[in-house]
């Protein structure tokens, strides 16, 4: 008779970019127990085939009956989208490819190109369904994740649900199996739990003999709450609250009949109404068998190599002010370093490869000390990050030995840098530490990253603006001094967990919570006022990123910049590679030289969409990836084919509107002209710029709706660029601006190399009102 089997699920969205090590570990458990297990990171499988040709174009139709039904500003924004879905869909898959070559790390343009890509296809799986932010992170919906009820709603919805949707796209197959008899799934953050309970519908549904088991770190802090039976439980058979690896055998176990041992951390119903709780208890680390992945799809992670997560420790040793994981994860845990390497070995010759992160909440000074030690000394040639606090023995010394054993990030809860904070945060660092362990990693050539907090309940203005003024300055050192350009930095508003020291004791911390909104029996985190101190609105408006941080325009421009994620910092510091930029430039246009005979075409690649809210043509550029919004006057380019500029001309109501327009196409490379000798060019506003962050000596920034590019220009640049508008030559910009010539050149220059200004030559007789058509010539 076949052993029984497990399904092991870790729903959507979750890391993309490497596994989750919960299912690896309790396949292996399961695997040791005698158990036939299914691993499915339905995180990954879900998000790799909606970012594909295939689930692009099964979403397209959802997009477009969308757009009827939306208000004239979200049409705006919905359009936009539209106008790029069929270039996306259609490029989409080698974009994907192209992120999973290990190429790709030393190909910069190449990396922009394909990121670009899937940043826009989020966003058209984002267009596709009403509320949905599809970002890599979150995935926020027009259902509430803060609401059983909201969640239950999505759990049955196909049509406002992606994962519903997804799943009844594609099911999951290991349901089939007759030997399936338990699915267990994994909910770490409440980013999953919509898909979590979809997930638990969907197996209801098609197997409802088989027995759902959820855990998790989340459904430890959810169930906490429940004092009678949940509504969950119409899906969901039961849960285990903390640690799985020693619960789940035994629950296994009872389901089959093999054994009836004590389940700790189970919770199930009384059949009363009411919950059945067995204590938790906790799992011997030093026990713990290697991950095992297998069955996971390991070529689809969206990285240029297999980075594979291991633990060197369980829980947390601190108990900071502001964090809730001592709530979830039982009491601090350390593994011996050789198993620890042992793992690592055993991974690198199954897999190939022998890159690493380490998931430790943290991993202290003792962890470093010892994984790197039994690294160096047994030779091994391992690439690995992990995460610290800053601290006296971060000295030269461990920064040399982390280094030597293949450390190539090392992430630091910096937090403040001000000491009377950190005493507000019970963090336990010093301020003294910070400069002199700073010193020896980006001297050791370990780059860092830097996790900064504004907002901590008592923190003043001024002590946020240090901490992120010491974060800047420590990004341009590791730069500049030390020729470590991999270092990075991020900085986030408190948020104000109820399981946290804070949450518990507000009083404390001179904190007045604020309830949460009626029927939100799951927020986990809650909008407060403080005594004295930074506001939580002051702290949400200091990392904003400041003046001009965001602009209007095209819609997709905003989406996930995969190159953010931390295991990309990590590869390309492994790599020791060029870091690439974050925006698609396309190369400069030559100047368009157009008389009456001159013909014009869209050029190849670019997708047109008349607009329905009033904005006549849009156009997707992909060379640079620009959506330009241009008169309908210029639709008869919609059909492919070339016209004479003499013929369309005739279709605008002034020269100077047809003149303007054609060089902004001209400089995005959206089309293509037969050259002609010209005169000399006029300059005009490439694209429609908007003015933010000006100050006082007259410089601003410039943000372009269209590209999403952001130049900063002088008091003389602004001036140059307001004057193009109708056009001018370099004499009439010289004599308008009181600028000498050899100081308006460079000027223009520079202003045309950041596509402000374009320039073009046209005939004198197309800047005429009326234009004469030139007769038409015999075909030869």
């Not at 010193?439 to 901490?467: D, I, S």
Request: proline share 7%.
């Amino acid at each position: 008779m076949p052993q029984p089997r497990i399904l092991l699920v870790n729903p959507p969205i979750w890391n993309v970019y490497a596994p989750h090590l919960a299912v690896p570990l309790l396949a292996a458990v399961m695997r040791r127990h005698g158990w036939q297990v299914s691993s499915l990171d339905l995180s990954i499988e879900q998000t790799d085939w909606l970012l594909s040709t295939e689930g692009l174009l099964a979403l397209l139709p959802l997009a477009e009956r969308r757009l009827g039904g939306l208000s004239f500003d979200e049409r705006r924004a919905h359009e936009e989208i539209l106008a790029v879905f069929g270039d996306t869909a259609a490029r989409v898959d080698d974009a994907r490819a192209a992120l999973k070559s290990r190429d790709i790390l030393t190909d910069p343009h190449a990396f922009v190109n394909a990121a670009t890509v899937v940043r826009n296809g989020l966003a058209c799986v984002s267009a596709s369904f009403p509320g949905l932010n599809f970002d890599l992170r979150a995935n926020s919906s027009c259902f509430s994740r803060r609401r059983s009820d909201s969640v239950l709603e999505a759990a049955g919805s196909t049509d406002r649900n992606v994962y519903g949707w997804a799943l009844e796209q594609r099911p999951i197959p290991e349901l089939d199996d007759s030997d399936l008899a338990v699915v267990g799934i994994s909910v770490s953050a409440d980013t999953q739990l919509i898909a979590a309970l979809t997930v638990a519908r969907h197996v209801k549904t098609r197997r409802p003999d088989v027995h759902v088991v959820m855990g998790g770190n989340l459904t430890t802090r959810m169930v906490s709450r429940w004092q009678e039976e949940h509504p969950f439980f119409a899906y969901v058979d039961s849960f285990i609250s903390y640690e799985g690896e020693d619960a789940l055998p035994a629950l296994c176990d009872r389901i089959t009949g093999a054994d009836d041992r004590t389940i700790p951390g189970l919770l199930e119903r009384d059949g009363r109404g009411g919950l059945l709780r067995t204590p938790a208890a906790m799992v011997d680390v030093s026990d713990l068998p290697t991950p095992d992945f297998d069955g996971l799809p390991l070529d689809k992670y969206f990285a240029p190599g297999l980075v594979l997560p291991l633990q060197a420790s369980r829980s947390c040793a601190w108990d900071c002010a502001f964090c809730s994981i001592p709530f979830a994860s039982n009491k601090y845990r350390i593994r011996r370093p050789d198993q620890v390497v042992h793992d690592m070995a055993a991974l690198a010759a199954k897999h190939g490869g022998g890159t690493f992160m380490f998931v430790d909440e943290i991993m202290t000074l003792t962890s470093l000390r010892g994984v790197s030690r039994q690294l160096v000394d047994g030779d091994h040639d391992f690439h690995w990050y992990g995460e610290t606090r800053f601290s006296k023995g971060l000295d030269d010394e461990l920064a040399k030995a982390l280094r030597d054993s293949g450390c190539r990030r090392l992430d630091l809860g910096l937090e403040s840098y001000n000491q009377r904070v950190l005493d507000l945060m019970r963090k336990g660092t010093k301020v003294a530490d910070i400069e002199p362990s700073l010193q020896a990693l980006l001297g050791n050539k370990v780059p860092v990253h830097l996790f900064c907090m504004t907002g901590f309940p008592g923190e003043t203005e001024e002590e946020a603006l240090r901490t992120q003024e010491f974060a800047a300055e420590a990004l341009r050192r590791s730069t500049e001094e030390f020729d470590v350009p991999y270092s990075t930095a991020a900085n986030g508003p408190f948020i104000l967990d109820v399981l946290s020291p804070v949450g518990e004791r507000p009083d404390l911390f001179g904190v007045e919570l604020i309830p949460p909104g009626e029927g939100e029996d799951l927020a986990f985190d809650l909008d407060y006022t403080v005594s004295e101190g930074l506001t939580q609105e002051d702290a949400a408006r200091l990392t904003s990123g400041g003046p001009g941080a965001v602009a209007a325009g095209a819609a997709f421009h905003r989406g996930t910049w995969i190159g953010d994620a931390e295991e990309w910092s990590f590869l390309w510091a492994m790599a020791e590679a060029e870091l690439p930029d974050r925006q698609l430039t396309a190369p400069p246009a030559p100047y368009a030289h157009v008389d009456a005979t001159t013909t014009v075409r869209l050029a190849d690649g670019v997708r047109a969409r008349t607009s329905v809210t009033g904005r006549g043509i849009l156009l997707h550029v992909p060379s640079g990836d620009a959506l330009l919004s241009v008169p309908r006057e210029w639709g008869p380019l919609l059909d492919g084919r070339p016209h004479p500029v003499a013929e369309l001309w005739e279709n605008f109501p002034s020269a100077t509107a047809a003149a303007s327009s054609l060089a902004r196409l001209a400089a995005h490379h959206a089309v293509t002209l037969t050259p002609v000798a010209g005169p000399r060019p006029l300059w005009y506003t490439s694209q429609p710029h908007e003015v933010t962050d000006s100050r006082a000596d007259g410089s601003c920034l410039l943000v372009s709706p269209e590209t999403q590019n952001r130049v900063r220009v002088s008091a003389a640049g602004r001036l140059v660029w307001l004057l193009a508008a109708d056009g001018a030559t370099a004499a009439e910009l010289s004599a308008r601006s009181r600028l000498p010539e050899p100081r308006l050149g460079p000027l223009l220059d520079s202003l045309a190399a950041h596509q402000v200004i374009a320039a073009a030559g046209l005939h004198p007789a197309l800047l005429e009102q009326a234009v004469p058509v030139p007769a038409a010539q015999p075909v030869p």
